[in-house]
């Protein structure tokens, strides 16, 4: 240990040897390379260095998932969920999980406010009057059984989906840790579709201009699981949860969770065969699941083959149609389609003859409200059930649907916030100047920050920014041109205070963004660490552009306390490393005026050990105790979602 971040050969991503590195710095052989001295900064936004190479950052190297053996070594910003979170009220119960509201255990900081009078922000200190902030609000998912195939599944589909605004955000996984495989995902504080249909029936059911809308965030939705190989196979009101609901705008923000029965496809093309075959149950929730997916009914022949693409590849994405289709229907109809089957007694006898109605394709046509819906409602329903399922239309195709193109302005290309978005021109040109770790820095951020937690403007423009790339219109292709990339750029380009509502998560946005890019869980940025967030994934060996680049970045932002940590620290990669502190002040460095957030976020600076609180922390919010963990001796089924509401109207 002890060693230098002087270049020499590129090391191999796993691998700790790390010798001969002063050669990309011009120190000859390496032999003599002088040990590692922080350059100091003003605190001030930092100019790109104009010799630094342009090398493309990639999020796939994230570091998302925790295990119980990374928790066990970690130096505490990832010690075990129960050393990150404090459980609340219980939002769902299923036969594989149970799902709650958490709050992350951040350090309560305190803050005085100039013009807030004697308001202190965290521990008042006995002076009033006080305001507490509570911590950053998550779901949390608890798996019964260790190990449970339906958590592998579940993680996998999550993790291939990545990020999207209008499905369900994974922040972080613990597998094995403290016994339990959890998912810790973002809150959305509208409650579901269903609660919300449930609740407006009664009073005529929810305005046709917000059914078209939350069906298109849907759409978009699956559109994206297409292109990223997952099929959700459960698509159901109680599945979609919602954000900053107002019916009096007729507007909701959706997001599709709740990813138990996803499957996760393997490439086009690919040797492993990618033909699926549900279980001999059937696969999904018996109300909303296609033909296709139910177990077989006797007398009617199953769809002898799957449909295939033009290249001979089966198609994707159509089981998850049918089941917007019977959501449109439920939604505007009033009840489910094949609610004929409800006129029998015996339950058995109901789930089968939902099974051969929906074989048959024979949904209640004869519905009063059906017959005056307009035309286009009905052949767009009609067309998504289908029992062939490569005669339904695809996600793409439906969203070119006249039922939606006729209820949604021709001027609404986003569900979201429609005010002024930044100058794409000025904002490139700011997030130009940033160097490339405070660009991976704000990539970080993007991927641990979440849609409810931001003001919808930055949405809308970072939405613009990917339909911007997609038309030509600006100049960002590949990856730059995705939603989590543009998202970053419009986040690190704007004061945090513009962007985000939540300001009790901002510390613990950071931990996570830190905690991604600390691939070794040292607690400590290493080259090695930097340097995997700059390599294409599955490739073995660090090029020496990419190494330079990273042992400069390190150069450029490492503190002294960062340096007498790091050779304190037998892990850090060759005895130098970016601390908590560097990695905030460099973040917050993009912005002169971000001081506020220098000042909340403090206590968190100033730890210099484990981050964690424990559970007997009087942080805790007092109605998250007595807490127990779910039984262990579940089969492995969907997991439904309970509502936070008593719900009513028709099955």
């Given at each position: 240990m002890g060693q230098t971040?002087?270049?020499?050969?590129?090391?191999?991503?796993?691998?700790?040897?790390?010798?001969?590195?002063?050669?990309?710095?011009?120190?000859?052989?390496?032999?003599?390379?002088?040990?590692?001295?922080?350059?100091?900064?003003?605190?001030?936004?930092?100019?790109?260095?104009?010799?630094?190479?342009?090398?493309?950052?990639?999020a796939d190297g994230f570091r998302i998932t925790v295990t119980a053996k990374e928790a066990a070594s970690s130096t505490g910003f990832r010690a075990g969920w129960r050393s990150m979170y404090a459980l609340g009220p219980m939002l769902g119960d299923g036969v594989s999980a149970k799902v709650y509201e958490a709050e992350a255990l951040t350090p309560a900081p305190q803050m005085a406010v100039?013009?807030?009078?004697?308001?202190?922000?965290?521990?008042?200190?006995?002076?009033?009057?006080?305001?507490?902030?509570?911590?950053?609000?998550?779901?949390?998912?608890?798996?019964?059984?260790?190990?449970?195939?339906?958590?592998?599944?579940?993680?996998?589909?999550?993790l291939r989906v990545g990020v999207h605004p209008n499905i369900l955000r994974l922040l972080e996984s613990y597998e094995g840790c403290d016994n339990e495989d959890v998912l810790v995902l973002e809150y959305c504080d509208g409650s579901t579709v269903y609660d919300l249909y449930a609740r407006e029936h009664p009073h005529g059911g929810l305005p046709e201009r917000m059914i078209a809308r939350l069906i298109k965030q849907l759409l978009l939705a699956l559109e994206h699981l297409v292109s990223c190989g997952v099929e959700h196979q459960d698509v159901k009101p109680e599945n979609m949860m919602l954000h900053d609901v107002s019916l009096s705008n007729h507007q909701a923000e959706l997001k599709?969770?709740?990813?138990?029965?996803?499957?996760?496809?393997?490439?086009?093309?690919?040797?492993?065969?990618?033909?699926?075959?549900?279980?001999?149950?059937?696969?999904?929730?018996?109300?909303?699941?296609?033909?296709?997916?139910?177990?077989?009914?006797?007398?009617?022949?199953?769809?002898?083959?799957?449909?295939?693409?033009?290249?001979?590849?089966?198609?994707?994405?159509?089981?998850?149609?049918?089941?917007?289709?019977?959501?449109?229907?439920?939604?505007?109809v009033g009840h489910n389609p094949f609610n004929a089957a409800l006129k029998l007694q015996n339950q058995d006898a109901i789930d089968a003859e939902v099974l051969r109605l929906a074989a048959l394709g024979h949904f209640n046509r004869k519905a009063e409200k059906w017959l005056r819906l307009n035309v286009d409602a009905r052949d767009?329903?009609?067309?998504?059930?289908?029992?062939?399922?490569?005669?339904?239309?695809?996600?793409?195709?439906?969203?070119?649907?006249?039922?939606?193109?006729?209820?949604?302005a021709k001027t609404e290309t986003s569900v979201f916030f429609h005010g002024p978005v930044s100058n794409f021109s000025e904002r490139e040109t700011a997030w130009l100047q940033l160097d490339g770790l405070q660009q991976l820095g704000w990539l970080a951020i993007a991927r641990a920050v979440s849609e409810p937690e931001l003001d919808r403007q930055a949405i809308s423009a970072a939405l613009e920014g990917v339909r911007g790339a997609a038309n030509n219109s600006n100049k960002v292709t590949g990856a730059d041109a995705g939603y989590l990339y543009q998202l970053a750029r419009e986040l690190g380009t704007s004061p945090v205070s513009q962007w985000l509502q939540e300001r009790s998560s901002w510390t613990e946005i950071l931990r996570l963004a830190f905690c991604y890019l600390d691939v070794d869980s040292d607690g400590m940025l290493s080259a090695r660490d930097l340097a995997a967030h700059l390599t294409p994934p599955g490739a073995q060996n660090v090029n020496g552009d990419v190494w330079a680049v990273a042992c400069r970045w390190l150069s450029a932002w490492q503190s002294e306390g960062d340096s007498r940590a790091s050779r304190g620290n037998e892990s850090a990669d060759g005895g130098e490393g970016l601390g908590w502190q560097s990695f905030r002040t460099m973040v917050l460095a993009s912005h002169a005026n971000d001081s506020v957030f220098e000042?909340?976020?403090?206590?968190?600076?100033?730890?210099?050990?484990?981050?964690?609180?424990?559970?007997?922390?009087?942080?805790?919010?007092?109605?998250?105790?007595?807490?127990?963990?779910?039984p262990h001796d579940h089969d492995e089924e969907e997991i439904n979602w309970t509502d936070l509401l008593m719900r009513g109207g028709p099955q």
């Open positions: 971040c002087n270049l020499g050969s590129p090391p191999v991503i796993g691998s700790s040897s790390f010798t001969n590195r002063a050669k990309a710095f011009g120190f000859g052989s390496g032999e003599n390379a002088p040990e590692f001295i922080a350059t100091p900064h003003a605190g001030l936004r930092s100019a790109r260095q104009q010799d630094e190479p342009r090398i493309p950052i990639f100039d013009g807030l009078g004697a308001v202190v922000w965290g521990n008042c200190g006995g002076k009033p009057p006080c305001l507490t902030e509570r911590g950053r609000r998550v779901a949390l998912k608890r798996f019964h059984r260790v190990g449970s195939r339906t958590f592998k599944k579940e993680l996998a589909a999550l599709l969770g709740d990813f138990g029965w996803a499957m996760v496809l393997p490439p086009p093309n690919s040797p492993t065969p990618n033909v699926y075959k549900p279980p001999s149950t059937g696969a999904g929730s018996l109300w909303y699941a296609p033909p296709e997916l139910n177990p077989p009914v006797k007398g009617i022949p199953p769809e002898p083959e799957p449909p295939l693409d033009f290249h001979g590849n089966p198609l994707r994405g159509r089981s998850d149609m049918w089941s917007v289709g019977v959501v449109i229907y439920l939604l505007l767009f329903i009609s067309a998504l059930l289908k029992v062939r399922s490569g005669t339904r239309p695809s996600a793409t195709e439906a969203l070119r649907h006249p039922y939606l193109t006729r209820r949604l000042a909340f976020d403090a206590p968190l600076a100033s730890a210099t050990t484990a981050f964690y609180m424990p559970e007997e922390s009087g942080n805790i919010h007092p109605s998250f105790s007595r807490v127990t963990a779910g």
